[in-house]
């Protein structure tokens, strides 16, 4: 329970201080950004609050996506139906937190009064954005269990696509998500089974990961995709193990979508260690705190207890 907690947290703080209010995401330069930081007192220094420091589109996203999840349904149709107009009803609150693009022109195209078709939005062959992959780790707490395999896939796909139907969610598609994926891999020495530890470069500092996540990126900008958003946040993990300060040089700390790598990286971290060494500053005022740990003791009941949907 605690580690659902600690997961839906710092799933918000993460989003918060790489967003800070949409100017570090719009900062091409991380060695700026972590300037920027030390002059704050660094990570220590800063209060998190919705005032200064609120959450952006992707942390409100995640929130609505988990209510659905835990709401009162009896199959995976009924939980699209939710998902759809809770969708709807939220694009119109989001406009003031410079919402992924992507992410408000999916709601607009979904049709809630629709009760057969109403989350088939069209396919968009051109389509980018990483909102399908911010809203998603909730999914994962959802279905965690290896029985649960399927809805895990299905959902996460379905989820994904009512906003974001563009050619990562697809099979025809899928060779360059894959193959993006595989060359990362490969590029930590992780690829075959039995390679267990990556390997970095022995310069990784800002101005290098800066330069990687933008060669990671289809479009220059780091986390700019659905394949490179959580490619970062998993190669933070990768690489500064359980040091929380490291995570955020990493993930959240970058001339790219620092919001959204952020979000799903201090996400994953709480899930793996708590919140034992995050600064308390970071989430006691941190906005929508109250909600996302009710949303977490929900998901953690319903992945536990046996409920089917």
Same mark, same amino acid.
């Given at each position: 329970?605690?580690?659902?907690?600690?997961?839906?947290?710092?799933?918000?703080?993460?989003?918060?201080?790489?967003?800070?209010?949409?100017?570090?995401?719009?900062?091409?330069?991380?060695?700026?950004?972590?300037?920027?930081? /030390?002059?704050?007192?660094?990570?220590?220094?800063?209060?998190?609050?919705?005032?200064?420091?609120?959450?952006?589109?992707?942390?409100?996203?995640?929130?609505?996506?988990?209510?659905?999840?835990?709401?009162?349904?009896?199959?995976?149709? +009924? =939980?699209?139906?939710?998902?759809?107009?809770?969708?709807?009803?939220?694009?119109?609150?989001?406009?003031?937190?410079?919402?992924?693009?992507?992410?408000?022109?999916?709601?607009?195209?979904?049709?809630?009064?629709?009760?057969?078709?109403?989350? $088939?939005?069209?396919?968009?062959?051109?389509?980018?954005?990483?909102?399908?992959?911010? /809203?998603?780790?909730?999914?994962?707490?959802?279905?965690?269990?290896?029985?649960? @395999?399927?809805?895990?896939?299905?959902?996460?796909?379905?989820?994904?696509?009512?906003?974001?139907?563009?050619?990562?969610?697809?099979?025809?598609?899928?060779?360059?998500?894959?193959?993006?994926?595989?060359?990362?891999?490969?590029?930590?020495?992780?690829?075959?089974?039995?390679?267990?530890?990556?390997?970095?470069? /022995?310069?990784?500092?800002?101005?290098?990961?800066?330069?990687?996540?933008?060669?990671?990126?289809?479009?220059?900008?780091?986390?700019?995709?659905?394949?490179?958003?959580?490619?970062?946040?998993?190669?933070?993990? @990768?690489?500064?193990? *359980?040091?929380?300060?490291?995570?955020?040089?990493?993930?959240?700390?970058?001339?790219?979508?620092?919001?959204?790598?952020?979000?799903?990286?201090?996400?994953?971290?709480?899930?793996?260690?708590?919140?034992? +060494?995050?600064?308390?500053?970071?989430?006691? *005022?941190?906005?929508?705190?109250? /909600?996302?740990?009710?949303?977490?003791?929900? =998901? $953690?009941?319903?992945? *536990?207890?046996?409920?089917?949907?």
């Amino acid at each position: 329970m605690e580690l659902y907690k600690a997961a839906m947290v710092l799933g918000g703080v993460g989003d918060a201080l790489g967003y800070r209010n949409s100017r570090w995401e719009r900062c091409p330069s991380g060695v700026a950004i972590l300037s920027e930081l /030390k002059a704050l007192g660094g990570l220590e220094g800063i209060t998190v609050s919705a005032d200064e420091w609120p959450v952006s589109d992707n942390t409100v996203m995640h929130i609505v996506t988990a209510e659905t999840l835990v709401s009162d349904i009896w199959s995976l149709t +009924d =939980l699209y139906r939710e998902m759809v107009k809770a969708y709807v009803e939220i694009v119109e609150q989001i406009h003031k937190r410079q919402p992924d693009p992507a992410t408000i022109e999916g709601c607009s195209q979904l049709k809630p009064d629709n009760y057969l078709l109403g989350w $088939h939005t069209p396919f968009n062959k051109k389509g980018s954005g990483f909102g399908a992959a911010t /809203k998603a780790m909730c999914v994962g707490m959802r279905y965690w269990q290896p029985e649960k @395999l399927d809805n895990l896939v299905e959902v996460s796909i379905e989820c994904g696509r009512m906003t974001h139907n563009h050619p990562t969610e697809y099979q025809e598609s899928w060779f360059y998500f894959e193959t993006k994926w595989q060359s990362y891999l490969e590029e930590r020495g992780i690829a075959q089974e039995g390679q267990n530890t990556p390997k970095f470069p /022995k310069i990784y500092n800002a101005e290098e990961r800066d330069q990687v996540y933008r060669e990671w990126s289809s479009e220059g900008v780091g986390g700019r995709r659905g394949h490179d958003a959580p490619m970062i946040a998993y190669d933070a993990l @990768l690489s500064v193990d *359980n040091n929380w300060t490291e995570l955020c040089n990493h993930a959240m700390f970058h001339g790219g979508l620092g919001g959204a790598t952020g979000s799903i990286a201090g996400c994953l971290y709480g899930l793996l260690f708590g919140m034992a +060494d995050v600064p308390k500053g970071l989430y006691l *005022n941190l906005e929508f705190r109250e /909600k996302l740990e009710e949303l977490a003791a929900k =998901l $953690h009941k319903a992945a *536990n207890e046996g409920e089917a949907v």
